[in-house]
């Protein structure tokens, strides 16, 4: 278990980067239920859900907006010690990576969005695997961020070499689709640009478990 990241002597710095990692906490619920969404809009063919994703990004939106803020208030008025002041990156970090997933799920609810009135593919059966993956990736992490567990983000970010197989895979079949019948070119590629986000977003988790490294105990390491 790691040792307690706040000198005793700093309650209310306590209390404030709290409110950061509940802040961090925040995103990750609106970035997990925006994959969900997305991708749900996609096999449903729910261009309400897609208009949903891309509303609710400004959610994601001004959550970082205040914990920069927040950050760079504590940065310049509490004059964190060594300890603290690394947490206070390692969130800002972490919030910039969640902050980039939303983006990622704005463009795969608009490119959900373009595909909604054409006949599915068949091929694109990996898709919703992959996102329920990242899913799974999103939640991991953030309750490995919560519970300071660096071993599980570890483990986590190992997991990203999946979502790398399941891309690399649905990108060659669908590659080959386009090459056997060209009035598949506009839905693949759109599939392929969708699968292409999901993975993105698998990378961004390992990012995330990277920050946890660093805010833990000051290393900076490549986990994937």
């Not at 700093?10 to 970035?31: F, K, N, Q, S, Y």
């Not at 001004?62 to 004059?79: A, P, Y």
């Not at 895979?169 to 689709?177: A, G, H, N, P």
């Amino acid at each position: 278990m790691s040792e307690p990241l706040l000198h005793p002597n700093h309650p209310v710095l306590a209390d404030e980067l709290g409110h950061l990692r509940r802040i961090v906490a925040d995103m990750g619920e609106l970035v997990d239920s925006a994959i969900t969404q997305a991708t749900s809009g996609l096999a449903e063919r729910d261009v309400s859900l897609c208009a949903r994703v891309i509303a609710d990004d400004a959610l994601v939106n001004d959550r970082q907006r205040e914990l920069r803020e927040l950050s760079f208030s504590l940065i310049v008025n509490r004059s964190p010690e060594a300890r603290e002041l690394r947490e206070i990156i390692g969130l800002l970090n972490m919030s910039s990576e969640l902050e980039r997933m939303g983006d990622h799920c704005v463009s795969i609810a608009k490119l959900a969005r373009n595909l909604a009135d054409l006949p599915p593919l068949e091929t694109y059966v990996d898709v919703p695997k992959m996102a329920a993956y990242c899913s799974d990736q999103v939640r991991g992490i953030l309750a490995a961020v919560v519970s300071r567990d660096v071993l599980q983000a570890r483990r986590i970010a190992a997991g990203d070499d999946r979502v790398d197989r399941i891309y690399h895979r649905l990108f060659d079949d669908l590659v080959q689709l386009m090459t056997e019948d060209n009035t598949t070119v506009f839905r693949a590629t759109n599939l392929v640009f969708i699968a292409h986000h999901l993975e993105r977003i698998a990378d961004r988790v390992t990012n995330i478990a990277e920050d946890l490294v660093f805010l833990d105990s000051g290393a900076i390491e490549e986990l994937g």
